[in-house]
């Protein structure tokens, strides 16, 4: 079965420090990408997201990631965090022609320190 | 512009009771889907619809749970009977067609005593 692995179940940090979480899937086909963030007691909403071209994309609030399509991976970029990036992180796929259908990984906890 | 909009936000009941979740998509959005986010299974999507119609619903637990869309614009999520393993919070997304991005809802945070 396809499915997405996060490497980081929680990840602390100071502020300043440069973040990079790790996404990998399961699925040898052809794929879009997501990376949605959920703040303390609020919805998902979308960081940044891959279809097709330069793997590198560029999201919301400077955050990038970059698909790797030998790895079959995807992970998420920061190069200074902020106090206000606490939340959790879900690394998404979604399948060809599997009409939408969101395969998330189990989620990183990021924890920033003032 | 509207969100995704789910009522109720919080919902405390008695196992073996109804419930209904009711979700209102983005207008205009073809696609309809509804996860449960627990703290031991994460994010799991019960089922979805495109253009009204119910397209996968592997996700849905069990015969206690049901869902429908009736038009584009309102979607219920029912649990009958509920049980205390079925507290978690719902989210309801919509999307303009696949693949574009899901945009969610604020989620209906259910808790069965």
């Known amino acids: 079965a396809q499915s997405v692995s996060q490497h980081n179940h929680h990840v602390i940090l100071s502020e300043a420090a440069s973040l990079e979480l790790g996404c990998n899937y399961s699925?040898?086909?052809?794929?879009?990408l997501f990376w949605y963030v959920q703040y303390p007691g609020q919805h998902l909403q979308l960081l940044l997201k891959?279809?097709?071209?330069?793997?590198l994309v560029k999201g919301i609030k400077g955050f990038e990631a970059e698909f790797i399509k030998s790895k079959f991976s995807f992970n998420l970029r920061k190069p200074s965090v902020q106090w206000s990036d606490t939340a959790e992180y879900f690394c998404?796929?979604?399948?060809?022609?599997?009409?939408?259908?969101?395969?998330f990984g189990q989620g990183t906890e990021l924890s920033v320190k003032p | 512009d509207a969100g995704v909009i789910q009522s109720p936000r919080h919902e405390v009941t008695e196992m073996g009771q109804e419930v209904t979740l009711r979700c209102k998509p983005i207008s205009g959005h073809n696609s309809l889907f509804w996860y449960r986010q627990t703290m031991m299974r994460g994010l799991e999507l019960l089922i979805y619809?495109?253009?009204?119609?119910?397209?996968?619903d592997s996700g849905m637990p069990e015969d206690r749970f049901s869902a429908k869309m009736p038009n584009a614009s309102f979607s219920t999520l029912k649990i009958q009977p509920s049980e205390p393993r079925d507290s978690a919070v719902y989210f309801c997304a919509s999307s303009p067609k696949p693949p574009q991005p899901q945009h969610f809802g604020d989620g209906t945070r259910l808790s069965i005593l």
């Open positions: 998404a796929v979604t399948l060809y022609n599997q009409g939408g259908k969101l395969i």
């Open positions: 619809f495109n253009n009204n119609v119910p397209i996968d």
């Open positions: 891959y279809f097709s071209g330069d793997p």
């Open positions: 699925y040898g086909g052809t794929v879009n």
